[in-house]
């Protein structure tokens, strides 16, 4: 007889354990009610970005109107379907985002998916350098201002962090510009590469549009080290404004994890503030620095328009710049919505990740 058979009360058998829902249950169901969560925020934000479009008008009289004939106008108008209701419009729309077709571009007819095959990787490349800076500047300044709390070297820190987050990002740019490219000639100007690099770039037979992978596929160190000269000021100029963020998150959460009971208990054992911060504070204040990262994509996309603009880096925000002056918002509308399925996808990366760290974020 088994050792769970053999326990027993004195009015009986024992009664059978409750039963409980497995961890892997409620993980699974926590990515399903994150995953549809998707499918509603895309719509929404699908849907808005169409009927604010239409608030000047159809795109075509929104590109043209003035220059053409009103007859020539109509006739544009008809043969690409905006003459007919705009709900009519809408669905249309719809269904062809469901099969990524985002129509072509009023100014050049070229597919709007071709457009963000090109640019993308340009914006993808830039965000991923600007999140690296932020985490190497943001997260050892947080965990000094925690360590220093109160003296100088903190309030140091959060007059920087609010400084990094406050200052408009092409201003930011503009500086870094003049002091490190136009002073002190040390960094590029403007562009992702210069034109000897692009051209040995553009030979190889399976270019990725990824500076960096194509640099390293030359085989020409030369190469990867004037693409990665180009990718500083940029990536300085948005990465500072999210490190500003994960200063004061670190900091925060930091000095709470070393106010707690098991910290106290520790400092009055002798273990010194030092080996605290290390093994017992380190690891709590990177969790809010996950959960807030799909956010921060968000905030570093829109934040890569102006960057791209300011160090003519041609992304996405170089080119959603572009059609927002010749109102080709047939463009402007696809790269929207791209960048906001982008977002939505992040989002619920960083959500599957901060479950996997801390399960309390499951329920």
């Known amino acids: 007889m088994s050792t769970v058979n053999t326990i027993s009360t004195a009015e009986g058998p024992a009664a059978p354990r409750p039963r409980t829902k497995s961890a892997g249950g409620g993980f699974a169901r926590y990515l399903l009610v994150r995953f549809l969560l998707i499918f509603p925020t895309i719509f929404i934000l699908v849907t808005l970005v169409f009927f604010l ?18 007859e020539a106008l109509a006739e544009l ?24 077709d985002f129509g072509s571009t009023l100014t050049t007819n070229r597919p709007v998916i071709d457009v963000l095959l090109t640019y993308g990787p340009a914006t993808f490349e830039l965000v991923f350098y600007s999140l690296i800076i932020a985490f ?8 000094a201002a925690a360590y ?31 002091v490190f490219a136009v002073w002190l000639k040390w960094l590029p100007v403007a562009g992702r590469a210069s034109v000897g690099a692009e ?14 992978i194509d640099a390293i596929m030359t085989g020409n160190p030369a190469v990867l080290g004037d693409v990665l000269s180009h990718v500083v000021l940029p990536g ?16 925060t959460n930091v000095i709470g994890t070393l106010s707690t009971d098991y910290v106290d208990a520790a400092r ?17 204040a990177l969790i809010p620095i996950i959960t807030v990262i799909g956010l921060q994509i968000a905030l570093l996309l829109a ?21 927002l002056e010749s109102r080709d918002f047939v463009a402007v509308q696809g790269i929207v919505v791209l960048l906001a399925i982008i977002v939505a996808l992040t989002n619920f990366i960083v959500d599957i990740i901060a479950a996997f760290i801390d399960p309390r974020v499951r329920f």
């Open 53 to 70: 479009m239409r608030t000047t008008g159809d795109p075509i009289t929104a590109a043209q109107g003035g220059r053409l004939s009103p």
């Open 77 to 100: 108008r008809a043969a690409a379907g905006y003459d007919r209701p705009l709900l009519i419009q809408y669905l249309e729309y719809l269904s062809r985002i469901a099969v990524f």
């Open 136 to 143: 190497a500047v943001g997260i050892p300044l947080g965990l």
């Open 148 to 178: 220093y709390r109160d003296k100088a070297p903190d309030a140091f820190f959060r007059v920087l962090a609010i400084f990094w987050y406050a200052v408009p990002i092409f201003f930011a740019g503009l500086l870094l510009k003049l």
């Open 199 to 212: 051209l040995q770039m553009q030979a190889l037979p399976n270019k990725t549009g990824f500076y960096t």
């Open 236 to 251: 300085i100029a948005l990465g500072l404004l999210t490190a500003g963020i994960f200063l004061r998150l670190v900091r």
């Open 268 to 284: 009055s054992r002798g273990v010194a503030e030092s080996r605290l911060l290390r093994k017992h504070a380190y690891r709590p």
């Open 303 to 323: 934040g890569a328009v102006l960057t791209e603009t300011t160090f003519e880096w041609k992304g996405l925000g170089f080119a959603l710049a572009e059609f």
